[in-house]
Protein backbone atom coordinates (compact mmCIF):
# COMPACT_ATOMS: atom_id res chain seq x y z
CA UNK A 1 0.00 0.00 0.00
CA UNK A 2 1.51 3.24 -0.96
CA UNK A 3 1.71 5.80 1.64
CA UNK A 4 1.02 9.45 1.31
CA UNK A 5 1.79 12.28 3.43
CA UNK A 6 -0.17 15.79 3.13
CA UNK A 7 0.88 19.11 3.96
CA UNK A 8 -1.71 21.10 4.16
CA UNK A 9 -2.48 23.65 7.28
CA UNK A 10 -6.03 24.02 6.09
CA UNK A 11 -7.97 20.96 8.06
CA UNK A 12 -10.77 20.98 5.86
CA UNK A 13 -9.05 20.68 2.61
CA UNK A 14 -6.54 17.99 4.45
CA UNK A 15 -9.26 16.12 5.61
CA UNK A 16 -10.98 16.26 2.23
CA UNK A 17 -7.67 15.24 0.40
CA UNK A 18 -7.16 12.27 2.83
CA UNK A 19 -10.42 11.11 2.66
CA UNK A 20 -10.73 11.32 -1.07
CA UNK A 21 -7.21 9.19 -1.35
CA UNK A 22 -8.14 6.80 1.13
CA UNK A 23 -10.68 5.71 -0.43
CA UNK A 24 -8.74 4.79 -3.47
CA UNK A 25 -6.66 2.52 -1.58
CA UNK A 26 -3.85 4.77 -0.04
CA UNK A 27 -2.27 5.07 3.53
CA UNK A 28 -2.54 8.61 4.20
CA UNK A 29 -1.17 11.36 6.72
CA UNK A 30 -1.46 14.94 7.53
CA UNK A 31 1.01 16.95 8.60
CA UNK A 32 0.57 17.79 11.99
CA UNK A 33 3.58 20.10 13.69
CA UNK A 34 4.18 22.99 10.75
CA UNK A 35 7.38 23.62 12.11
CA UNK A 36 8.57 19.62 12.52
CA UNK A 37 7.47 18.50 8.88
CA UNK A 38 11.06 16.42 7.99
CA UNK A 39 10.78 14.66 11.44
CA UNK A 40 6.61 13.56 10.80
CA UNK A 41 7.94 13.34 7.35
CA UNK A 42 11.02 10.90 8.40
CA UNK A 43 8.70 8.88 10.82
CA UNK A 44 6.10 7.81 8.32
CA UNK A 45 8.16 7.42 5.43
CA UNK A 46 5.91 8.16 2.69
CA UNK A 47 6.07 7.44 -1.27
CA UNK A 48 4.21 11.14 -1.88
CA UNK A 49 3.90 14.18 -0.53
CA UNK A 50 1.62 16.89 -1.50
CA UNK A 51 3.05 19.83 -0.34
CA UNK A 52 1.24 23.01 -0.23
CA UNK A 53 3.55 26.17 -0.52
CA UNK A 54 1.45 28.87 2.05
CA UNK A 55 2.27 27.06 5.20
CA UNK A 56 3.23 28.55 9.13
CA UNK A 57 6.86 29.09 10.13
CA UNK A 58 8.31 28.00 6.60
CA UNK A 59 6.99 27.92 3.38
CA UNK A 60 6.53 24.57 0.98
CA UNK A 61 9.98 25.42 -0.94
CA UNK A 62 11.45 25.09 1.95
CA UNK A 63 10.43 21.62 2.85
CA UNK A 64 10.57 20.54 -0.56
CA UNK A 65 14.74 21.17 -0.01
CA UNK A 66 15.04 19.39 3.31
CA UNK A 67 13.11 16.64 1.85
CA UNK A 68 15.20 16.24 -1.18
CA UNK A 69 18.57 16.07 1.13
CA UNK A 70 17.34 12.50 2.36
CA UNK A 71 14.62 11.40 0.22
CA UNK A 72 13.70 10.90 -3.71
CA UNK A 73 10.07 10.48 -3.22
CA UNK A 74 7.78 12.46 -5.33
CA UNK A 75 6.69 15.65 -4.51
CA UNK A 76 3.37 17.44 -5.68
CA UNK A 77 2.75 20.98 -5.19
CA UNK A 78 -0.27 22.46 -3.69
CA UNK A 79 -0.97 25.91 -4.36
CA UNK A 80 -3.37 28.56 -5.03
CA UNK A 81 -3.72 31.13 -7.00
CA UNK A 82 -3.13 33.81 -4.55
CA UNK A 83 0.42 32.52 -3.88
CA UNK A 84 1.27 33.69 -7.41
CA UNK A 85 3.67 30.45 -7.67
CA UNK A 86 6.51 30.43 -10.76
CA UNK A 87 5.86 26.54 -11.38
CA UNK A 88 9.54 26.85 -12.70
CA UNK A 89 10.67 27.73 -9.34
CA UNK A 90 8.65 24.56 -8.11
CA UNK A 91 10.50 22.31 -10.19
CA UNK A 92 13.76 23.79 -9.23
CA UNK A 93 13.45 23.54 -5.48
CA UNK A 94 12.80 19.76 -6.30
CA UNK A 95 9.31 19.49 -7.09
CA UNK A 96 7.85 16.81 -9.68
CA UNK A 97 4.46 18.45 -10.21
CA UNK A 98 2.38 21.35 -9.25
CA UNK A 99 -1.94 21.45 -8.51
CA UNK A 100 -3.50 24.83 -8.66
CA UNK A 101 -6.31 25.13 -6.07
CA UNK A 102 -8.99 24.85 -6.13
CA UNK A 103 -9.01 21.50 -7.57
CA UNK A 104 -11.37 18.54 -8.39
CA UNK A 105 -10.49 15.50 -6.42
CA UNK A 106 -10.58 13.20 -9.43
CA UNK A 107 -7.44 15.32 -10.51
CA UNK A 108 -5.68 15.00 -7.23
CA UNK A 109 -6.25 11.39 -7.31
CA UNK A 110 -5.19 10.82 -11.37
CA UNK A 111 -2.26 12.87 -10.88
CA UNK A 112 -0.90 11.30 -7.28
CA UNK A 113 -1.90 7.70 -9.16
CA UNK A 114 0.29 8.59 -12.46
CA UNK A 115 3.28 9.90 -10.59
CA UNK A 116 3.52 6.71 -8.24
CA UNK A 117 3.26 4.36 -11.19
CA UNK A 118 6.02 6.64 -12.82
CA UNK A 119 8.57 6.61 -9.80
CA UNK A 120 7.75 3.41 -8.38
CA UNK A 121 6.88 0.97 -11.35
CA UNK A 122 10.37 0.03 -12.30
CA UNK A 123 12.33 0.96 -8.94
CA UNK A 124 12.00 0.18 -5.49
CA UNK A 125 10.76 2.81 -3.12
CA UNK A 126 13.22 4.13 -0.31
CA UNK A 127 13.53 2.87 3.13
CA UNK A 128 13.98 5.35 5.99
CA UNK A 129 14.55 5.00 9.63
CA UNK A 130 14.57 7.94 11.62
CA UNK A 131 15.88 8.30 15.33
CA UNK A 132 16.94 11.49 16.80
CA UNK A 133 17.69 14.02 13.99
CA UNK A 134 19.47 11.52 12.35
CA UNK A 135 17.86 9.56 9.18
CA UNK A 136 19.44 6.81 7.61
CA UNK A 137 18.17 5.82 3.90
CA UNK A 138 18.00 2.17 4.03
CA UNK A 139 17.69 2.18 0.27
CA UNK A 140 21.52 3.80 -0.51
CA UNK A 141 23.08 3.67 2.79
CA UNK A 142 23.23 7.24 3.23
CA UNK A 143 22.84 9.22 6.59
CA UNK A 144 21.84 12.99 6.86
CA UNK A 145 21.88 14.75 10.22
CA UNK A 146 20.72 18.49 10.49
CA UNK A 147 20.37 18.42 6.69
CA UNK A 148 23.45 17.61 6.55
CA UNK A 149 25.33 14.22 4.90
CA UNK A 150 27.33 12.13 7.15
CA UNK A 151 29.75 9.56 5.00
CA UNK A 152 29.99 6.53 6.71
CA UNK A 153 32.39 3.44 5.95
CA UNK A 154 30.75 0.18 5.82
CA UNK A 155 31.21 -1.12 9.35
CA UNK A 156 29.81 2.27 10.66
CA UNK A 157 26.45 2.20 8.01
CA UNK A 158 26.13 -1.53 9.57
CA UNK A 159 26.55 -0.90 13.20
CA UNK A 160 24.29 2.48 13.33
CA UNK A 161 21.92 0.47 11.16
CA UNK A 162 21.61 -2.14 13.30
CA UNK A 163 21.01 0.55 16.44
CA UNK A 164 18.22 2.32 14.95
CA UNK A 165 16.40 -0.75 14.01
CA UNK A 166 16.18 -1.81 17.10
CA UNK A 167 16.57 1.84 18.39
CA UNK A 168 15.26 1.86 21.99
CA UNK A 169 17.11 -1.73 22.95
CA UNK A 170 20.47 -2.25 23.99
CA UNK A 171 22.00 -4.08 21.22
CA UNK A 172 24.98 -6.35 23.01
CA UNK A 173 28.27 -6.63 21.21
CA UNK A 174 28.03 -9.99 19.94
CA UNK A 175 25.12 -9.37 17.80
CA UNK A 176 27.04 -6.58 16.26
CA UNK A 177 29.76 -8.38 15.50
CA UNK A 178 27.77 -11.22 14.83
CA UNK A 179 26.11 -9.02 11.97
CA UNK A 180 28.89 -7.54 10.53
CA UNK A 181 30.85 -10.86 10.40
CA UNK A 182 27.69 -12.22 8.38
CA UNK A 183 28.28 -9.41 6.09
CA UNK A 184 31.98 -10.52 5.52
CA UNK A 185 33.71 -8.34 7.42
CA UNK A 186 36.05 -9.51 9.85
CA UNK A 187 35.59 -7.63 13.13
CA UNK A 188 36.52 -8.41 16.85
CA UNK A 189 36.17 -6.68 20.28
CA UNK A 190 38.94 -4.01 19.18
CA UNK A 191 37.87 -3.30 15.74
CA UNK A 192 34.34 -3.03 16.94
CA UNK A 193 35.29 -0.17 19.59
CA UNK A 194 37.24 1.38 16.64
CA UNK A 195 34.05 1.70 14.88
CA UNK A 196 31.55 2.69 17.66
CA UNK A 197 34.29 5.32 18.24
CA UNK A 198 35.08 6.59 15.25
CA UNK A 199 31.37 6.81 14.43
CA UNK A 200 30.33 8.63 17.39
CA UNK A 201 32.98 11.01 16.27
CA UNK A 202 31.29 11.80 12.66
CA UNK A 203 27.51 11.51 14.81
CA UNK A 204 29.32 14.45 17.76
CA UNK A 205 30.38 16.54 14.81
CA UNK A 206 26.60 16.38 12.92
CA UNK A 207 25.23 17.67 15.88
CA UNK A 208 24.34 14.39 17.64
CA UNK A 209 26.65 14.20 21.04
CA UNK A 210 25.33 10.92 22.42
CA UNK A 211 23.90 9.36 20.10
CA UNK A 212 25.03 6.07 20.54
CA UNK A 213 25.13 5.17 24.57
CA UNK A 214 26.75 2.44 26.39
CA UNK A 215 25.21 -0.01 28.89
CA UNK A 216 28.35 -1.70 30.49
CA UNK A 217 28.44 -5.15 30.68
CA UNK A 218 25.38 -5.28 27.97
CA UNK A 219 26.06 -3.13 25.17
CA UNK A 220 25.36 -0.60 22.80
CA UNK A 221 21.45 1.70 23.01
CA UNK A 222 20.21 4.11 20.71
CA UNK A 223 17.28 6.19 22.38
CA UNK A 224 13.38 5.82 20.76
CA UNK A 225 12.17 9.02 19.62
CA UNK A 226 11.88 11.35 16.41
Known amino acids: MYRIFIVEDDPVIAGAMGRHLEGWGYQVKCAERFDGVLAEFAAFDPHLVLLDISLPFFNGYHWC ?9 P ?18 MGGDDLIAKPFDLSVLSAKVGAMLRRAYDFSAAARLISCGGAVLNVSDGTLTAAGRRVELTKNEYKILQLLMERRGQIVSREAIMTALWESDSFVDENTLSVNVNRLRKKLAAAGLTDFIRTRKGAGYLVEDGL
Do not use: G, H
Open 75 to 92: VIFVSSASDNVDVVTAMQ
Open 65 to 73: AEIRRVSKA
